[in-house]
Protein backbone atom coordinates (compact mmCIF):
# COMPACT_ATOMS: atom_id res chain seq x y z
CA UNK A 1 0.00 0.00 0.00
CA UNK A 2 2.45 2.77 -0.98
CA UNK A 3 1.97 5.91 -2.71
CA UNK A 4 3.32 6.67 -6.37
CA UNK A 5 6.40 8.25 -5.22
CA UNK A 6 7.00 5.32 -3.63
CA UNK A 7 6.44 2.90 -6.09
CA UNK A 8 8.75 5.50 -8.58
CA UNK A 9 11.61 5.12 -6.37
CA UNK A 10 11.86 8.19 -3.64
CA UNK A 11 12.15 7.85 0.30
CA UNK A 12 8.77 7.20 1.95
CA UNK A 13 7.72 9.47 4.69
CA UNK A 14 7.74 7.09 7.87
CA UNK A 15 4.32 7.77 8.48
CA UNK A 16 1.40 6.42 5.91
CA UNK A 17 -2.22 7.29 6.27
CA UNK A 18 -3.90 6.02 3.22
CA UNK A 19 -8.04 5.95 3.07
CA UNK A 20 -9.05 2.48 1.39
CA UNK A 21 -12.51 2.99 -0.24
CA UNK A 22 -14.66 -0.48 -0.82
CA UNK A 23 -18.02 -1.05 -1.35
CA UNK A 24 -19.27 -4.49 0.20
CA UNK A 25 -17.82 -7.10 2.93
CA UNK A 26 -15.62 -8.47 -0.33
CA UNK A 27 -13.71 -5.18 -0.68
CA UNK A 28 -13.55 -4.74 3.37
CA UNK A 29 -11.71 -7.80 3.95
CA UNK A 30 -9.82 -7.84 0.62
CA UNK A 31 -7.95 -4.07 2.11
CA UNK A 32 -8.16 -5.14 5.67
CA UNK A 33 -7.01 -8.55 5.94
CA UNK A 34 -3.87 -8.74 4.26
CA UNK A 35 -3.00 -5.23 5.75
CA UNK A 36 -3.42 -6.86 8.95
CA UNK A 37 -1.91 -10.43 8.15
CA UNK A 38 1.17 -8.93 6.61
CA UNK A 39 1.77 -6.77 9.88
CA UNK A 40 1.70 -9.65 11.91
CA UNK A 41 4.11 -11.34 9.61
CA UNK A 42 6.99 -8.94 9.91
CA UNK A 43 6.24 -8.66 13.96
CA UNK A 44 4.95 -5.30 14.02
CA UNK A 45 2.40 -4.66 16.85
CA UNK A 46 -1.31 -4.20 14.77
CA UNK A 47 -4.76 -2.45 16.19
CA UNK A 48 -8.22 -2.52 14.36
CA UNK A 49 -10.30 -0.28 15.69
CA UNK A 50 -13.09 -0.14 13.25
CA UNK A 51 -17.33 -0.44 14.19
CA UNK A 52 -18.87 -3.64 16.16
CA UNK A 53 -19.98 -5.18 12.83
CA UNK A 54 -16.67 -4.69 10.99
CA UNK A 55 -14.47 -6.04 13.75
CA UNK A 56 -16.73 -8.91 13.81
CA UNK A 57 -16.26 -9.62 10.01
CA UNK A 58 -11.86 -8.95 10.33
CA UNK A 59 -11.78 -11.06 13.16
CA UNK A 60 -13.60 -14.00 11.64
CA UNK A 61 -11.32 -13.92 9.06
CA UNK A 62 -8.23 -13.39 10.37
CA UNK A 63 -9.03 -16.95 12.58
CA UNK A 64 -6.71 -17.82 15.46
CA UNK A 65 -4.14 -14.79 13.78
CA UNK A 66 -7.07 -12.38 15.88
CA UNK A 67 -5.80 -13.45 19.21
CA UNK A 68 -2.33 -11.23 18.26
CA UNK A 69 -4.37 -7.87 17.09
CA UNK A 70 -5.56 -5.48 19.89
CA UNK A 71 -9.02 -5.46 18.39
CA UNK A 72 -11.36 -2.36 19.55
CA UNK A 73 -14.55 -1.18 18.88
CA UNK A 74 -15.39 1.97 17.60
CA UNK A 75 -18.14 2.88 18.25
CA UNK A 76 -17.41 2.40 21.69
CA UNK A 77 -13.54 3.49 22.14
CA UNK A 78 -14.53 6.36 19.22
CA UNK A 79 -17.81 7.64 20.29
CA UNK A 80 -16.38 10.87 20.54
CA UNK A 81 -13.93 11.87 17.87
CA UNK A 82 -12.00 13.55 19.87
CA UNK A 83 -10.64 11.11 21.94
CA UNK A 84 -9.66 8.88 19.37
CA UNK A 85 -6.06 10.26 18.84
CA UNK A 86 -5.45 9.78 22.42
CA UNK A 87 -6.86 7.05 23.86
CA UNK A 88 -6.94 4.91 20.85
CA UNK A 89 -4.14 5.45 18.37
CA UNK A 90 -1.53 7.24 20.30
CA UNK A 91 -2.38 4.83 23.38
CA UNK A 92 -1.49 1.63 21.40
CA UNK A 93 1.59 3.41 19.46
CA UNK A 94 2.75 4.63 21.96
CA UNK A 95 3.14 1.15 24.29
CA UNK A 96 5.06 -0.28 21.78
CA UNK A 97 8.66 -0.62 21.57
CA UNK A 98 10.81 1.54 19.28
CA UNK A 99 11.95 0.21 16.25
CA UNK A 100 8.94 -1.48 14.90
CA UNK A 101 6.53 -0.16 12.62
CA UNK A 102 2.89 0.36 14.41
CA UNK A 103 0.12 -0.53 12.68
CA UNK A 104 -3.21 0.32 12.95
CA UNK A 105 -6.87 0.22 11.33
CA UNK A 106 -8.88 2.97 12.29
CA UNK A 107 -12.18 3.36 10.74
CA UNK A 108 -13.79 6.67 12.64
CA UNK A 109 -16.69 7.51 9.88
CA UNK A 110 -19.32 4.97 9.22
CA UNK A 111 -23.22 5.79 7.95
CA UNK A 112 -24.86 6.69 10.77
CA UNK A 113 -22.87 9.41 12.56
CA UNK A 114 -24.74 12.87 12.87
CA UNK A 115 -24.34 15.99 11.71
CA UNK A 116 -23.44 16.85 14.90
CA UNK A 117 -20.57 14.08 14.89
CA UNK A 118 -19.50 14.78 11.14
CA UNK A 119 -17.36 17.94 11.39
CA UNK A 120 -15.27 16.63 14.54
CA UNK A 121 -14.61 13.01 12.40
CA UNK A 122 -13.30 15.23 9.77
CA UNK A 123 -11.03 17.46 11.42
CA UNK A 124 -9.76 13.87 13.55
CA UNK A 125 -8.73 12.57 10.40
CA UNK A 126 -7.20 16.00 9.36
CA UNK A 127 -5.29 15.81 12.61
CA UNK A 128 -4.31 12.41 12.03
CA UNK A 129 -1.37 13.48 10.06
CA UNK A 130 -0.02 16.55 12.07
CA UNK A 131 -0.15 14.07 15.63
CA UNK A 132 1.70 11.41 14.06
CA UNK A 133 4.39 13.70 11.50
CA UNK A 134 7.65 11.55 11.42
CA UNK A 135 6.66 8.69 13.05
CA UNK A 136 6.42 5.23 11.98
CA UNK A 137 3.13 4.73 12.07
CA UNK A 138 0.53 3.30 9.14
CA UNK A 139 -2.83 4.13 9.59
CA UNK A 140 -5.47 3.05 7.54
CA UNK A 141 -8.65 4.22 7.36
CA UNK A 142 -11.85 2.17 5.56
CA UNK A 143 -14.46 4.21 3.90
CA UNK A 144 -17.58 2.84 3.04
CA UNK A 145 -18.26 4.06 -0.59
CA UNK A 146 -21.46 2.44 -1.12
CA UNK A 147 -23.26 4.24 1.53
CA UNK A 148 -21.28 7.16 2.92
CA UNK A 149 -22.29 10.40 0.85
CA UNK A 150 -19.76 12.46 -1.74
CA UNK A 151 -19.20 14.83 0.15
CA UNK A 152 -17.70 12.45 3.11
CA UNK A 153 -15.38 11.09 0.69
CA UNK A 154 -14.60 14.05 -0.78
CA UNK A 155 -13.06 15.11 2.57
CA UNK A 156 -11.49 11.79 2.96
CA UNK A 157 -9.25 12.45 -0.58
CA UNK A 158 -8.21 15.70 1.16
CA UNK A 159 -7.54 14.25 4.61
CA UNK A 160 -5.30 11.00 3.77
CA UNK A 161 -2.47 11.87 1.25
CA UNK A 162 -2.71 8.42 -0.51
CA UNK A 163 -6.41 6.77 -1.22
CA UNK A 164 -7.28 3.25 -2.22
CA UNK A 165 -9.69 2.86 -4.86
CA UNK A 166 -12.72 0.71 -4.19
CA UNK A 167 -12.10 -2.44 -5.99
CA UNK A 168 -8.31 -3.49 -7.08
CA UNK A 169 -6.86 -0.47 -8.68
CA UNK A 170 -3.63 0.82 -7.50
CA UNK A 171 -2.78 2.92 -4.75
CA UNK A 172 -2.38 6.86 -6.05
CA UNK A 173 -1.53 10.03 -4.38
CA UNK A 174 -4.31 12.69 -3.63
CA UNK A 175 -4.20 15.73 -5.32
CA UNK A 176 -6.93 16.73 -2.92
CA UNK A 177 -4.99 16.74 0.27
CA UNK A 178 -5.37 19.83 2.19
CA UNK A 179 -5.58 18.18 5.99
CA UNK A 180 -5.26 22.01 7.26
CA UNK A 181 -8.01 23.15 4.84
CA UNK A 182 -10.48 20.53 6.56
CA UNK A 183 -9.67 21.66 10.05
CA UNK A 184 -10.16 24.87 8.87
CA UNK A 185 -13.76 24.91 7.25
CA UNK A 186 -15.18 22.46 10.03
CA UNK A 187 -13.92 25.09 12.64
CA UNK A 188 -17.94 26.19 12.95
CA UNK A 189 -19.43 28.52 14.57
CA UNK A 190 -21.86 27.36 16.76
CA UNK A 191 -24.87 29.22 17.56
CA UNK A 192 -26.23 30.41 21.27
CA UNK A 193 -29.10 28.41 22.72
CA UNK A 194 -31.63 31.12 23.79
CA UNK A 195 -33.32 28.81 26.56
CA UNK A 196 -30.70 27.34 28.08
CA UNK A 197 -29.62 28.19 31.44
CA UNK A 198 -26.97 30.62 31.55
CA UNK A 199 -24.08 30.97 33.65
CA UNK A 200 -21.74 33.94 33.60
CA UNK A 201 -18.93 32.87 35.49
CA UNK A 202 -14.82 34.09 36.79
CA UNK A 203 -12.40 33.06 39.08
CA UNK A 204 -14.65 33.14 42.22
CA UNK A 205 -17.80 31.99 40.97
CA UNK A 206 -16.14 28.41 39.98
CA UNK A 207 -17.77 26.34 42.85
CA UNK A 208 -21.06 27.99 42.62
CA UNK A 209 -21.35 27.68 38.90
CA UNK A 210 -20.07 24.13 39.03
CA UNK A 211 -22.95 23.37 42.03
CA UNK A 212 -25.55 24.78 39.38
CA UNK A 213 -24.75 23.24 36.62
CA UNK A 214 -24.70 19.69 38.40
CA UNK A 215 -28.32 20.53 39.64
CA UNK A 216 -29.49 21.80 36.40
CA UNK A 217 -28.00 18.30 34.57
CA UNK A 218 -29.68 16.31 37.46
CA UNK A 219 -32.90 18.32 36.73
CA UNK A 220 -32.41 17.21 32.98
CA UNK A 221 -32.18 13.41 33.77
CA UNK A 222 -28.18 12.75 33.80
CA UNK A 223 -27.43 10.54 37.05
CA UNK A 224 -24.74 8.84 38.36
CA UNK A 225 -20.89 8.69 36.69
CA UNK A 226 -22.56 10.80 33.95
CA UNK A 227 -23.73 13.67 36.08
CA UNK A 228 -20.23 13.53 38.04
CA UNK A 229 -18.64 13.55 34.35
CA UNK A 230 -21.30 16.68 33.46
CA UNK A 231 -19.86 18.54 36.85
CA UNK A 232 -16.34 17.32 35.58
CA UNK A 233 -16.09 18.86 32.06
CA UNK A 234 -17.77 22.22 33.68
CA UNK A 235 -15.39 22.18 36.16
CA UNK A 236 -11.99 22.00 33.75
CA UNK A 237 -13.79 24.71 30.99
CA UNK A 238 -14.35 27.03 33.26
CA UNK A 239 -11.21 26.69 35.21
CA UNK A 240 -9.48 27.00 32.12
CA UNK A 241 -11.31 29.95 30.62
CA UNK A 242 -10.13 31.76 34.20
CA UNK A 243 -6.50 30.62 33.23
CA UNK A 244 -6.06 30.85 29.64
CA UNK A 245 -9.74 32.47 28.32
CA UNK A 246 -9.46 36.09 29.12
CA UNK A 247 -10.59 35.38 33.25
CA UNK A 248 -14.07 34.78 32.60
CA UNK A 249 -16.65 33.27 30.38
CA UNK A 250 -20.08 32.39 29.62
CA UNK A 251 -21.51 28.43 31.15
CA UNK A 252 -24.84 27.48 29.36
CA UNK A 253 -26.58 23.71 30.05
CA UNK A 254 -29.47 22.34 28.00
CA UNK A 255 -30.96 19.18 27.18
CA UNK A 256 -31.44 18.11 23.23
CA UNK A 257 -32.79 14.97 22.00
CA UNK A 258 -31.51 11.90 24.13
CA UNK A 259 -28.22 14.95 25.74
CA UNK A 260 -27.34 16.87 28.10
CA UNK A 261 -24.95 19.12 26.34
CA UNK A 262 -22.90 22.28 28.22
CA UNK A 263 -20.51 24.75 26.64
CA UNK A 264 -18.30 27.56 27.60
CA UNK A 265 -17.58 30.67 25.72
CA UNK A 266 -14.53 32.97 26.73
CA UNK A 267 -12.45 35.39 24.78
CA UNK A 268 -9.36 33.37 24.43
CA UNK A 269 -8.41 31.98 20.82
CA UNK A 270 -7.23 28.80 20.82
CA UNK A 271 -4.16 28.44 18.52
CA UNK A 272 -2.97 24.52 18.51
CA UNK A 273 -5.20 22.57 16.48
CA UNK A 274 -4.22 19.77 18.65
CA UNK A 275 -5.31 20.51 21.70
CA UNK A 276 -7.27 18.18 24.14
CA UNK A 277 -5.66 15.35 21.52
CA UNK A 278 -2.47 14.60 22.83
CA UNK A 279 -1.75 12.45 25.68
CA UNK A 280 -0.49 13.81 28.42
CA UNK A 281 3.41 14.05 29.10
CA UNK A 282 4.99 12.71 32.09
CA UNK A 283 6.05 14.86 34.41
CA UNK A 284 4.08 18.07 32.76
CA UNK A 285 1.31 19.54 35.01
CA UNK A 286 -1.70 21.39 33.55
CA UNK A 287 -2.71 21.25 29.64
CA UNK A 288 -4.78 18.20 30.50
CA UNK A 289 -8.52 20.40 31.07
CA UNK A 290 -9.72 19.62 27.50
CA UNK A 291 -8.13 16.20 27.03
CA UNK A 292 -9.85 14.73 30.18
CA UNK A 293 -13.39 16.18 28.42
CA UNK A 294 -12.42 14.55 25.08
CA UNK A 295 -12.34 11.64 27.11
CA UNK A 296 -15.29 11.88 29.16
CA UNK A 297 -17.93 13.62 26.77
CA UNK A 298 -19.92 11.18 24.40
CA UNK A 299 -19.38 14.30 21.68
CA UNK A 300 -16.80 17.47 22.33
CA UNK A 301 -17.38 20.47 19.19
CA UNK A 302 -14.94 23.38 19.49
CA UNK A 303 -14.94 26.82 17.61
CA UNK A 304 -12.35 29.44 17.52
CA UNK A 305 -11.74 32.84 16.13
CA UNK A 306 -10.59 36.38 17.00
CA UNK A 307 -14.06 36.46 18.69
CA UNK A 308 -13.31 33.90 21.20
CA UNK A 309 -13.27 30.39 21.79
CA UNK A 310 -16.72 28.35 22.04
CA UNK A 311 -16.44 24.14 23.49
CA UNK A 312 -19.55 22.11 23.53
CA UNK A 313 -19.85 19.02 24.64
CA UNK A 314 -22.77 16.16 25.11
CA UNK A 315 -23.46 13.74 27.87
CA UNK A 316 -26.47 10.82 26.70
CA UNK A 317 -28.88 10.94 29.06
Do not use: K
Amino acid sequence: MRAAAEQAGAAPEPFAHPALFYRDEREYLDGTVPFVREALAAGDPVAVAVPGDRLRLIRDALGDDARAVRLLDMREAGRNPGRIIPGVLRSFADAQPDGRRVRIIGEPIWAGRSAAEYPACAQHEALINAAFRGRTVTILCPYDAGNLPEPVLADARATHPVVLPAGSGPARDSAAYAPDAVVARYNEPLPLVPDALTLPFAAESLTRVRHLTTDEGRRLGLTGVTLEDLALAAAELTTNSVVHGGGAGVLRVWGEGGHVLCEVRDRGRLTDPLAGRRPPVRGRSGGRGLLLVNLIADLVRMHTGDEGTTVRCWFAR
